[in-house]
């Protein structure tokens, strides 16, 4: 005897409507994580930068490092250069600025959790097939926004010129921060939920 499902059969997080589904929250996870880093340290990247750097990407450098993410600042004047890696969070004066380090995490396990009770996961398996398509969303966010976040300057005196440039460094954007990130928590925050609707 067959042991092959029907349509009606299958498991709900195993169609691709499911998947999409789940990478449409990827999306949301990131913009969500994104709005709260605004709503923590907005205020100081306005005094920190001022009108040098538009404020929403001051907000996105501490977004990316809230995820382990480098921010770089490399410079040049001539044939003169050189590379820093910035410490945003380490440096912030607002008190709450340690907490950027658990958003994403947080957030990522919230939507793995909703993703398994809106489809009454209760199978480790199926919260991974839940959990783990968040990452095509997030991924997809944290690569574009690490390429618009970045911000250029030049300028030229006496005949020298003058570059420099800021941002998140793109591979690890995406691969820690993009893939990871999601990856791990939204999956664990899935499984969380399943073993306990499984109780």
Do not use: C
């Not at 340690?98 to 809106?118: Q, S, T």
């Amino acid at each position: 005897m067959s042991s092959t499902l029907t349509p009606s059969e299958e498991s709900p997080v195993s169609r691709g409507s499911s998947v999409a589904a789940s990478a449409g929250l990827g999306v949301f996870a990131a913009v969500i994580g994104y709005l709260l880093t605004y709503l923590l340290v907005g205020s100081e990247v306005r005094e920190t930068f001022g009108d040098d750097i538009p404020e929403w990407k001051g907000v996105a450098w501490y977004f990316y490092e809230a995820h382990m993410v480098d921010i770089e600042a490399t410079s040049r004047i001539g044939s003169f250069g050189g590379t820093r890696v910035l410490d945003l969070i380490g440096e912030s004066s607002t008190a709450s600025a340690d907490l950027l380090y658990a958003l994403p995490p947080l957030v990522l396990v919230a939507v793995g959790a909703f993703l398994a009770l809106r489809w009454t996961v209760t199978d480790l398996g199926d919260a991974v097939v839940a959990g783990a398509p968040v990452t095509i969303g997030y991924a997809v966010v944290l690569g574009l926004g690490a390429v618009v976040a970045e911000a250029n300057t030049e300028a030229s005196a006496l005949g020298i010129e003058a570059t420099g440039s800021i941002g998140p460094v793109l591979l690890p954007a995406v691969v820690l921060g993009g893939i990871l990130y999601p990856l791990v928590f939204a999956t664990a925050g899935a499984a969380i939920a399943a073993t306990v609707a499984d109780r």
